[in-house]
Antibody
Protein backbone atom coordinates (compact mmCIF):
# COMPACT_ATOMS: atom_id res chain seq x y z
CA UNK A 1 0.00 0.00 0.00
CA UNK A 2 1.37 3.39 -1.03
CA UNK A 3 1.08 6.24 1.44
CA UNK A 4 2.47 9.78 1.46
CA UNK A 5 2.53 12.34 4.26
CA UNK A 6 3.41 16.01 4.03
CA UNK A 7 4.97 17.95 6.88
CA UNK A 8 6.03 21.53 7.25
CA UNK A 9 5.30 24.85 8.92
CA UNK A 10 1.72 26.02 9.23
CA UNK A 11 2.74 29.69 8.96
CA UNK A 12 5.59 31.40 7.16
CA UNK A 13 6.24 35.12 6.72
CA UNK A 14 6.38 36.95 3.42
CA UNK A 15 9.75 36.84 1.65
CA UNK A 16 10.82 33.78 3.62
CA UNK A 17 11.54 30.34 2.19
CA UNK A 18 8.98 27.55 2.57
CA UNK A 19 10.18 23.97 2.96
CA UNK A 20 7.71 21.07 2.93
CA UNK A 21 8.73 17.44 3.27
CA UNK A 22 6.93 14.44 1.79
CA UNK A 23 7.62 11.13 3.51
CA UNK A 24 6.36 8.10 1.66
CA UNK A 25 6.12 4.33 1.91
CA UNK A 26 5.08 1.47 -0.34
CA UNK A 27 7.39 2.36 -3.20
CA UNK A 28 11.00 3.36 -3.81
CA UNK A 29 12.28 6.40 -5.67
CA UNK A 30 15.17 4.28 -6.87
CA UNK A 31 12.81 2.18 -9.00
CA UNK A 32 12.66 2.84 -12.73
CA UNK A 33 9.94 5.30 -13.84
CA UNK A 34 8.77 6.15 -10.32
CA UNK A 35 8.05 9.78 -9.52
CA UNK A 36 6.65 12.09 -6.85
CA UNK A 37 4.83 15.29 -7.66
CA UNK A 38 3.84 18.39 -5.70
CA UNK A 39 0.48 20.10 -6.08
CA UNK A 40 -1.00 22.96 -4.11
CA UNK A 41 -4.55 24.13 -3.66
CA UNK A 42 -5.40 27.62 -2.40
CA UNK A 43 -8.50 27.72 -0.19
CA UNK A 44 -11.62 27.34 -2.30
CA UNK A 45 -9.70 27.03 -5.57
CA UNK A 46 -8.59 24.32 -7.97
CA UNK A 47 -5.37 22.35 -7.58
CA UNK A 48 -2.25 23.85 -9.14
CA UNK A 49 0.60 21.64 -10.26
CA UNK A 50 4.01 22.71 -8.94
CA UNK A 51 6.51 20.14 -10.16
CA UNK A 52 7.86 16.63 -9.86
CA UNK A 53 10.96 14.53 -9.48
CA UNK A 54 11.65 11.13 -10.97
CA UNK A 55 13.64 8.11 -9.86
CA UNK A 56 16.60 9.22 -11.99
CA UNK A 57 16.68 12.75 -10.61
CA UNK A 58 14.92 14.32 -13.60
CA UNK A 59 12.83 17.31 -12.50
CA UNK A 60 10.02 19.30 -14.08
CA UNK A 61 8.53 22.53 -12.78
CA UNK A 62 5.54 24.72 -13.43
CA UNK A 63 6.75 27.47 -15.78
CA UNK A 64 5.14 30.14 -13.60
CA UNK A 65 6.98 29.03 -10.45
CA UNK A 66 10.16 27.60 -11.89
CA UNK A 67 12.37 30.46 -10.70
CA UNK A 68 11.33 29.99 -7.05
CA UNK A 69 10.88 26.24 -6.80
CA UNK A 70 13.24 23.34 -6.10
CA UNK A 71 12.36 19.70 -5.56
CA UNK A 72 14.90 17.27 -4.18
CA UNK A 73 14.84 13.66 -3.04
CA UNK A 74 16.55 11.47 -0.49
CA UNK A 75 16.06 7.96 -1.77
CA UNK A 76 17.57 6.29 1.28
CA UNK A 77 15.12 8.06 3.58
CA UNK A 78 12.07 7.78 1.29
CA UNK A 79 11.43 11.49 1.24
CA UNK A 80 11.03 14.35 -1.20
CA UNK A 81 11.47 18.01 -0.28
CA UNK A 82 9.83 21.04 -1.84
CA UNK A 83 11.46 24.43 -1.40
CA UNK A 84 9.69 27.63 -2.44
CA UNK A 85 11.62 30.86 -2.05
CA UNK A 86 10.40 34.41 -1.49
CA UNK A 87 6.84 33.42 -0.54
CA UNK A 88 3.94 35.87 -0.63
CA UNK A 89 0.36 35.68 0.71
CA UNK A 90 -0.68 34.31 -2.70
CA UNK A 91 1.32 31.17 -1.86
CA UNK A 92 -1.13 30.34 0.94
CA UNK A 93 -2.47 26.89 0.12
CA UNK A 94 -2.70 23.26 1.08
CA UNK A 95 0.41 21.58 -0.27
CA UNK A 96 0.07 17.99 -1.43
CA UNK A 97 2.56 15.42 -2.61
CA UNK A 98 1.41 12.49 -4.73
CA UNK A 99 2.74 9.36 -6.36
CA UNK A 100 3.09 9.68 -10.13
CA UNK A 101 1.46 6.94 -12.21
CA UNK A 102 2.32 7.58 -15.86
CA UNK A 103 0.72 11.02 -16.25
CA UNK A 104 -1.77 10.97 -13.39
CA UNK A 105 -1.44 11.01 -9.64
CA UNK A 106 -2.43 8.36 -7.10
CA UNK A 107 -2.52 8.40 -4.21
CA UNK A 108 -2.15 11.87 -2.76
CA UNK A 109 -1.00 12.69 0.73
CA UNK A 110 -3.46 14.28 3.13
CA UNK A 111 -1.93 17.70 2.51
CA UNK A 112 -0.57 20.38 4.79
CA UNK A 113 -2.01 23.88 5.01
CA UNK A 114 0.56 26.64 4.81
CA UNK A 115 -0.42 30.24 5.49
CA UNK A 116 1.84 33.05 4.40
CA UNK A 117 1.55 36.10 6.64
CA UNK A 118 2.35 39.55 5.34
CA UNK B 1 -0.90 28.39 -21.88
CA UNK B 2 -3.24 25.43 -22.03
CA UNK B 3 -6.63 25.83 -20.32
CA UNK B 4 -9.22 23.26 -19.23
CA UNK B 5 -12.71 24.69 -18.84
CA UNK B 6 -15.30 23.27 -16.45
CA UNK B 7 -18.67 24.67 -15.35
CA UNK B 8 -18.50 25.83 -11.73
CA UNK B 9 -21.50 23.77 -10.72
CA UNK B 10 -23.80 20.95 -11.76
CA UNK B 11 -26.94 20.00 -9.85
CA UNK B 12 -28.94 16.80 -10.19
CA UNK B 13 -31.66 15.01 -8.28
CA UNK B 14 -30.91 11.69 -6.58
CA UNK B 15 -31.14 8.78 -8.98
CA UNK B 16 -30.52 10.93 -12.02
CA UNK B 17 -27.43 11.17 -14.23
CA UNK B 18 -24.80 13.87 -13.76
CA UNK B 19 -22.60 14.87 -16.67
CA UNK B 20 -19.57 17.04 -15.95
CA UNK B 21 -17.81 18.45 -19.04
CA UNK B 22 -14.19 19.49 -19.40
CA UNK B 23 -13.29 21.53 -22.47
CA UNK B 24 -9.89 21.95 -24.03
CA UNK B 25 -8.03 22.16 -27.35
CA UNK B 26 -6.85 19.16 -29.28
CA UNK B 27 -8.16 16.60 -26.83
CA UNK B 28 -7.51 13.93 -29.40
CA UNK B 29 -3.80 14.18 -28.60
CA UNK B 30 -4.20 14.32 -24.84
CA UNK B 31 -5.22 11.92 -22.11
CA UNK B 32 -7.70 13.15 -19.52
CA UNK B 33 -7.90 12.15 -15.89
CA UNK B 34 -10.63 12.92 -13.35
CA UNK B 35 -10.43 13.46 -9.59
CA UNK B 36 -13.13 13.62 -6.93
CA UNK B 37 -12.52 15.78 -3.88
CA UNK B 38 -14.77 15.78 -0.84
CA UNK B 39 -14.51 18.58 1.75
CA UNK B 40 -11.43 18.30 3.93
CA UNK B 41 -9.93 15.50 1.87
CA UNK B 42 -7.32 15.14 -0.82
CA UNK B 43 -8.43 14.51 -4.40
CA UNK B 44 -8.92 10.89 -5.42
CA UNK B 45 -8.71 9.67 -9.01
CA UNK B 46 -12.01 8.27 -10.27
CA UNK B 47 -11.16 7.94 -13.98
CA UNK B 48 -7.76 7.88 -15.64
CA UNK B 49 -6.65 7.63 -19.26
CA UNK B 50 -9.97 9.02 -20.50
CA UNK B 51 -12.13 6.02 -19.59
CA UNK B 52 -10.41 3.72 -17.08
CA UNK B 53 -11.86 3.30 -13.60
CA UNK B 54 -9.41 2.39 -10.83
CA UNK B 55 -10.33 -0.56 -8.68
CA UNK B 56 -12.85 0.39 -6.04
CA UNK B 57 -14.56 3.05 -8.14
CA UNK B 58 -18.17 2.03 -8.88
CA UNK B 59 -19.17 1.38 -12.47
CA UNK B 60 -21.77 4.16 -12.13
CA UNK B 61 -18.87 6.49 -12.85
CA UNK B 62 -17.51 6.63 -16.38
CA UNK B 63 -15.43 8.86 -18.60
CA UNK B 64 -15.61 9.70 -22.29
CA UNK B 65 -13.81 12.03 -24.64
CA UNK B 66 -14.21 13.71 -28.02
CA UNK B 67 -11.84 15.96 -29.93
CA UNK B 68 -12.94 19.05 -28.01
CA UNK B 69 -14.26 17.84 -24.68
CA UNK B 70 -14.11 15.16 -22.04
CA UNK B 71 -17.08 14.18 -19.91
CA UNK B 72 -17.37 12.52 -16.52
CA UNK B 73 -20.72 10.77 -16.17
CA UNK B 74 -22.18 9.61 -12.89
CA UNK B 75 -25.28 7.44 -13.15
CA UNK B 76 -27.82 6.97 -10.36
CA UNK B 77 -26.38 9.85 -8.37
CA UNK B 78 -26.67 9.71 -4.59
CA UNK B 79 -25.71 12.04 -1.76
CA UNK B 80 -22.31 10.40 -1.47
CA UNK B 81 -21.36 11.71 -4.91
CA UNK B 82 -21.58 15.31 -3.77
CA UNK B 83 -18.06 16.67 -4.22
CA UNK B 84 -15.79 18.78 -6.39
CA UNK B 85 -14.60 17.15 -9.59
CA UNK B 86 -11.44 18.15 -11.48
CA UNK B 87 -10.14 17.13 -14.88
CA UNK B 88 -6.39 17.02 -15.52
CA UNK B 89 -4.07 16.63 -18.50
CA UNK B 90 -0.32 16.36 -18.91
CA UNK B 91 1.22 18.62 -21.53
CA UNK B 92 4.45 17.49 -23.14
CA UNK B 93 5.90 20.16 -25.36
CA UNK B 94 9.27 21.83 -24.95
CA UNK B 95 8.55 21.69 -21.24
CA UNK B 96 6.41 19.23 -19.33
CA UNK B 97 3.56 20.72 -17.40
CA UNK B 98 0.31 19.56 -15.83
CA UNK B 99 -2.99 21.41 -16.06
CA UNK B 100 -6.07 21.04 -13.87
CA UNK B 101 -9.52 22.28 -14.75
CA UNK B 102 -11.15 24.86 -12.54
CA UNK B 103 -13.39 22.24 -10.98
CA UNK B 104 -17.11 21.50 -10.89
CA UNK B 105 -19.11 21.29 -7.67
CA UNK B 106 -21.67 18.51 -7.98
CA UNK B 107 -24.72 19.18 -5.84
CA UNK B 108 -27.29 16.47 -5.21
CA UNK B 109 -30.64 18.17 -4.79
Amino acid sequence: QITLQESGPSVVKSTQTLTVTCTFSGFSLSTYAVGVTWIRQPPGKAPEWLGLIYWNGEEAYSPSLKSRLTITKDTSKNLVVLTLTNVEPEDTATYYCAHVVSDWFDPWGQGTLVTVSS
Amino acid sequence: SYVLTQPPSVSVAPGQTARIPCGGRNFGTKTVHWYQQKPGHAPVVVVHDDTVRPSGIPDRISGSKSESAATLTIDRVDAGDEADYYCQVWISTSEQTVVFGGGTRLTVL
